[in-house]
């Protein structure tokens, strides 16, 4: 049935049980208190865009590294089919609710989660929160002054914001003692790499603690929507749960990916029908 669960009622973690961790870090700060649901195997987190600051800053404050994955469907297919990402989420310290469908499926299993948490909507709030705590950013990914140009428009929006580094650089394993050479040497408090999912979350995880950031988030296409390179849905299609739609126009190439959307439903659907729900 549901595995869904309070880690405050139970005293664990409250993360599943996946075996073959090889990608995933074994991290201890899962934040105790934090009521998470269960859907088709892969933990998300209840929390709001309030709460995710709140642990940004307990994060930042304990100085030890912690990933966080912005989870939607595709997400939760990815990891059904590769057993290395589903580690990597099994491991990782939040996972936020980014898709809407997902708030959906906490519903229809008899939870719910309080609110969408997008990464594309959560970079500048923890841009503007970074910007009044003194925490200093590092932007990587994207293509080549995509990163830069968001630091210039961060920097604008919130006066005083720290970026200490943006780099385009590669999720190639070649490159990486280049990156994590640059990343510490910023010593950067939250490090934001957008080099799509699942790589970018796979790489997070890898090279965790060399680089030893406090909070390192894969956040996708966040960086272009910010500078301009992609248009995000209008917020009223937004509103109609349309993003996907919206996506499939504007990049249709992106099809193969989205047949997730309804496999992700059917399986929800099937699974809460049957009552196994998982
Ligand atoms: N990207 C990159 N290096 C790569 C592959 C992708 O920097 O090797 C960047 C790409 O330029 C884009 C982001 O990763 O900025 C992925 O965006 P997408 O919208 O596909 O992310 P999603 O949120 O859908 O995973």
Redesign the pocket.
């Known amino acids: 049935m549901v595995a869904a669960h309070s880690a405050s009622a139970n005293g664990q973690t409250g993360r599943p049980e996946i075996s073959g961790q090889a990608e995933g870090h074994a991290s201890q700060s899962h934040p105790s208190h934090l009521a998470a649901v269960r859907i088709l195997g892969v933990r998300v987190d209840a929390l709001t865009y309030d709460d995710l600051l709140a642990h940004i800053g307990e994060f930042i404050a304990a100085g030890t590294p912690h990933q966080i994955a ?1 989870v939607n469907p ?1 997400f939760v297919m990815e990891a059904r089919r590769n057993s290395k990402f589903a580690a990597v989420l099994a491991g990782a310290d939040l996972c936020i609710p980014d898709g809407v469908g997902l708030l959906w499926a906490a519903r229809r299993l008899g939870r719910s989660l309080p609110q969408r948490v997008t ?1 594309s909507d959560g970079v500048p709030l923890i841009a503007r929160a970074a910007a009044a705590q003194g925490w200093r950013l590092y932007l990587l ?3 080549p002054g ?1 990163a830069e140009r968001t630091a210039e428009i961060l920097v604008e929006r919130f006066p005083g914001l720290r970026v200490v580094g943006t780099y ?4 190639a394993d070649a490159d990486a003692p280049d990156i994590i050479r640059r990343v510490r040497q910023a010593q950067p408090d939250i490090l934001f790499v ?4 699942p ?2 979350d796979l790489w997070i995880a890898r090279y965790h603690d060399a680089l030893g950031v406090p909070v390192m988030m894969g ?6 929507f910010i500078a301009g ?2 248009r995000r849905a209008p917020r009223w299609a937004q509103r109609l749960n349309l993003e996907w739609l919206y996506r499939l126009i504007t ?1 249709p190439w ?1 099809w193969r990916r989205q047949l997730d959307l309804p496999r992700f439903a059917w399986a929800v659907w099937r699974g809460t029908r049957s009552g196994t729900g998982d």
């Open positions: 912005t595709e990464g990914g994207a293509a995509v385009a650089g590669s999720p957008a080099y799509g999912a790589r970018q956040v996708g296409g966040s960086f272009d390179v992609q990049q992106r």
